[in-house]
């Protein structure tokens, strides 16, 4: 065969180098001195340091650290995280994440994140907000495998273009998917396509009506619907927002889901924050504790 054929050209070895591909892999156990990050497998620039137990023993605190800040063209991001029976985990981000503008090569820059919480067990996924860049090729894939008897907690914050810089979401692709299920049975399924087509709903009054951000926020399974009372004052964290945030909530399937949209990463995050902090003491009967890293 003759090499020369097969041989990458010099633009080609230069995108490759370029390209990050990062997997980790993440399993907490509970143990008889409470819950153990008992796997922490990177390859990449994808890695968690140790746990904390600002909450006890039982619960671990973990914060995902990707230095590089965010995706480009070619990058791929790919997260495991398994709670196992009876171990309780919170894992968020030490900062934004970040999809930047496309390369001319248009290579997707994709993150996918598989979770599984077993029997007993809860895991709650508090990232901070992501930026979609203009001109980005994003996706962005999320899947829940619950157990009979376990819980979840997530919530996805979305930046679309640079509002701040007056640089709006105008041209990119940016895909969304989450897919929640417990024992094989779909919860939830929720995807977001921007751009590639001509009915782009950023703007359409069916679709994010102009707002640059959005948010989803999912709680449960609850063995019962939540108070009247309850959903009543996280009803009203909204409408006070009213303005600057456009949002609702809803409960099906035993999960309680919270879709909103706003002109602000921080005050989505602050809306976010505010209702998992309502809602935790019911779900998993313990009070809020908010990692220490977003106070910095």
Known sequence: ?????????????????????????????????????????????????????????????????????????????????????????????????????????????????????????????????????????????????????SHFAGWEITSLGLPACDAPFASGRLLQRLE????????????????????????ARAGLRGFPVNGLMVMGPFKSSPSESLLGHCREMIEVRDGEILGGISFTAEMLVVRALGFCGFEMRALFTGLWEILRPELLHRPACAPRIWRT
């Open 180 to 203: 929640i299920f417990r024992e094989g049975v779909p919860l939830l399924i929720e995807a977001l396509r921007l751009g590639g087509g001509r009915n782009n709903p950023l703007a």
């Open 1 to 149: 065969m003759n090499q020369l054929a097969v041989a990458e050209s010099p633009l080609e070895e230069s995108a490759a180098a370029g390209r990050w591909h990062a997997d980790l892999d993440l399993r907490f156990e509970c143990g008889e001195r409470g819950c153990r990050l008992a796997r922490n497998h990177h390859r990449g620039p994808l890695y968690v340091q140790k746990p904390f137990f600002p909450e006890g023993r039982d619960l671990a605190h973990v914060y995902l650290l990707h230095p590089p800040g965010g995706l480009v063209s070619g990058d791929r991001l790919d997260i495991r995280a398994v709670a196992e029976k009876g171990a309780r985990a919170l894992v968020t981000t030490t900062g934004a994440g970040r999809v930047y503008r496309a390369r001319p090569d248009g290579l997707l820059q994709s993150q996918n994140t598989a979770l599984r919480v077993a029997p007993g067990a809860s895991l709650e996924w508090l990232p901070l907000e992501n930026i979609a860049y203009p001109g980005a090729n994003g996706a962005m894939n999320t899947r829940v495998d619950l157990s009979v008897d």
